[in-house]
Nanobody
Framework: QVQLVESGGGLVQAGGSLRLSCAASGRTFSSETMGWFRQAPGKEREFVAAFGWSGGTTRYADSVKGRFTTSRDNAKNTVYLQMNSLKPEDTAVYYC???????????????????WGQGTQVTVSS
């Protein structure tokens, strides 16, 4: 049973930074596609970033490109989302997700992911 547990959310002022973590358990990840999504109140779940666990190009939403960066620690089976220059419009619940390997065009579609974490709240004050 795969479990994903996010942490690192919180309240930060605009311009600040946060690093989210997503610890995976249940099996050792090797080729999965990992995704980060977010959902603000009253809005649909939105793609943030996605990458292959084994490497390759990371895709970012245009709204976060240049400000957010993903990384992973294979030894800890953990992925990270470093968020810099945060804006009030980044306020949302952030989720990490995992899937069998996806084609690049599918990585932005939340329904393609098999496993989800519980989410962590990020609030950016102006």
């Amino acid at each position: 049973q795969v479990q994903l547990v996010e942490s690192g959310g919180g309240l930060v002022q605009a311009g600040g930074s946060l690093r989210l973590s997503c610890a995976a358990s249940g099996r050792t990840f090797s080729s999965e596609t990992m995704g980060w999504f977010r959902q603000a109140p009253g809005k649909e779940r939105e793609f943030v970033a996605a990458f292959g666990w084994s490497g390759g190009t990371t895709r970012y939403a245009d709204s976060v490109k240049g400000r957010f960066t993903t990384s992973r620690d294979n030894a800890k089976n953990t992925v990270y989302l470093q968020m810099n220059s945060l804006k009030p419009e980044d306020t949302a619940v952030y989720y990490c997700a995992a899937s069998r390997p996806l084609f690049p065009s599918a990585t932005m579609i939340w329904s393609r992911y098999d496993y989800w974490g519980q989410g962590t709240q990020v609030t950016v004050s102006s």
